[in-house]
């Protein structure tokens, strides 16, 4: 069965330290990796993904993620962390070798980021 | 581009009415997804529809929920009879598929009486 974890519900970090949110996945075939986030009363928003190619994907508002094939795991990071970072953070997936033309994605139960000034 | 266009914003309603929530992917986007998104269950994902069609709609909890694609702008979840346990914020989201990434709307925050 194809699945995401997100192992820590809350994250606590001090504003100008790195930051990494973690994510393993269980999916059929090659992973489609995904990282969203979600302030406060708003919709989710796209940070980066990974499809091919380089291991290290780099991504909006200074984001970056690296693609581990051996650990199945894909975790978030920033070098510098600010408290305008503080969202929820959820990591997506899906697989290759997803049946037809499904597109659906398998999504992690979000990560509470808090960056404290 | 105005992204994900959804309506409305807020709606709050009593048990029994019918409620309609509405979506406008983004242009030229070929799928379309719904979410339901609470503090208890997280992030559901309802229903999606490619090119039109439903794809998965493995995710809608009941006969109560209904949703359609007439054309590639325009869709719509709709519940009948509402009941407070639908409160929660409802996304709808569309991709591509040059880029596999979806994009979300802001969302409609449902409060059922």
């Not at chain 1, 980066?48 to 984001?63: A, E, P």
């Amino acid at each position: 069965a194809q699945s995401v974890a997100q192992p820590e519900d809350q994250v606590n970090v001090a504003e100008g330290n790195p930051l990494t949110v973690k994510c393993t996945y269980s999916v059929s075939g090659n992973p489609y990796l995904f990282w969203y986030v979600q302030y406060p009363n708003r919709g989710l928003q796209f940070l980066l993904k990974y499809i091919t190619g380089d291991n290290l994907v780099k991504g909006s508002y200074g984001f970056e993620a690296e693609f581990n094939k051996s650990q199945t795991s894909f975790h978030l990071k920033k070098p510098s962390a600010l408290v305008s970072d503080s969202a929820l953070y959820f990591c997506a997936v899906r697989g290759s070798k997803n049946a037809g033309n499904n597109r659906k994605l398998i999504w992690g139960l979000g990560t509470s980021l808090a960056v404290n000034p | 581009d105005a992204g994900v266009i959804q309506s409305p914003r807020h709606e709050v309603t009593e048990m029994g009415q019918e409620v309609t929530l509405r979506c406008k992917p983004i242009s030229g986007h070929n799928s379309l997804f719904w979410y339901r998104q609470t503090m208890m269950r997280g992030l559901e994902l309802l229903i999606y529809f490619n090119n039109n069609v439903p794809i998965d709609d493995s995710g809608m909890p009941e006969d109560r929920f209904s949703a359609k694609m007439p054309n590639a702008s325009f869709s719509t979840l709709k519940i009948q009879p509402s009941e407070p346990r639908d409160s929660a914020v409802y996304f709808c989201a569309s991709s591509s598929t040059v880029n596999n990434e979806q994009f979300f709307g802001p969302g409609t925050r449902l409060t059922v009486l």
